[in-house]
């Protein structure tokens, strides 16, 4: 089935620093979510992006699908304690219906 | 408007013992899914469900493992004689449609079972 490899797994920041997390493929998806996992908490979807080269904000998070649909990124500019957690990407379907594949997910800790 | 509830949340075994953990779906939601989440790991999907009916089941280990979803009450995972290896958060989702590529699919996740099998 389809895999997505998701870097960094950690990241520090510092209060206002920006962050990014990474998903990528090698092959070409169909869609990708993404989601967070506060800690101790479950995960809280957040977006789904479908089209080639897709940006689309909420407020400090960018999120954008690559060109070729083979990558997706997560960036959150001037990060705040509040966006501590664990980001997931995700594929939607594929050869399986109805499942959801994670990444491993990026675990990010803020400093204030 | 309910989210998805899942009961217990923090469930404790001895190995050999039964591990029932219940999902109770958002309202109008008649897709189920169940995943698990090792400690410091992603979630890994187990099965998916409709009412009475199991459409995916590819994430369940052949044995031990059994889920349900009946025509009236929840979804039910059921974990035969546990071992320690089982210890995780089970979580449970819900959506409303599938395959549509449309808000509508959205898997909305409940707060987990945390199983503890000593």
């Known amino acids: 089935g389809q895999q997505v490899m998701q870097i960094p797994q950690y990241q520090h920041v510092q209060e206002g620093e920006d962050f990014t997390t990474y998903c990528n493929s090698s092959t070409t998806l169909s869609n990708i979510q993404w989601y967070k996992q506060r800690p101790g908490g479950h995960p809280v979807f957040l977006i789904q992006?479908?089209?080639?080269?897709e940006v689309k904000k909420q407020k400090r998070l960018t999120f954008q699908f690559g060109e070729a649909k083979k990558n997706s990124s997560l960036h959150i500019t001037a990060t705040q304690t509040t966006d501590v957690g664990t980001y997931f990407c995700?594929?939607?379907?594929?050869?399986?219906?109805?499942?959801?594949?994670f990444g491993q997910g990026t675990i990010l800790t803020v400093h204030p | 408007n309910a989210g998805v509830m899942q009961n217990p949340r923090h469930l404790v075994r001895r190995r050999g013992q039964e591990a029932r953990l219940r999902c109770s779906p958002m309202?109008?939601?008649?897709?189920v899914y169940w995943y698990r989440q090792l400690p410091e790991e992603g979630l890994k999907f187990m099965v998916y469900?409709?009412?009475?009916?199991?459409?995916?089941e590819s994430g369940m280990p052949k044995e031990r493992f059994s889920a349900e979803f009946p025509k009236e009450g929840p979804s039910i995972l059921r974990i035969q004689q546990v071992v320690r290896g089982d210890s995780a958060a089970y979580f449970c989702?819900?959506?409303?449609?599938?395959?549509?590529?449309?808000?509508?699919?959205?898997?909305?996740f409940g707060p987990g079972t945390r199983l503890t099998v000593l």
């Open positions: 992006l479908v089209k080639s080269g």
């Open positions: 469900l409709q009412k009475e009916n199991i459409i995916d």
């Open positions: 989702a819900s959506s409303l449609t599938w395959g549509l590529a449309s808000n509508t699919d959205t898997q909305y």
């Open positions: 995700a594929l939607a379907g594929g050869t399986s219906y109805g499942k959801l594949t």
């Open positions: 309202k109008g939601h008649s897709h």
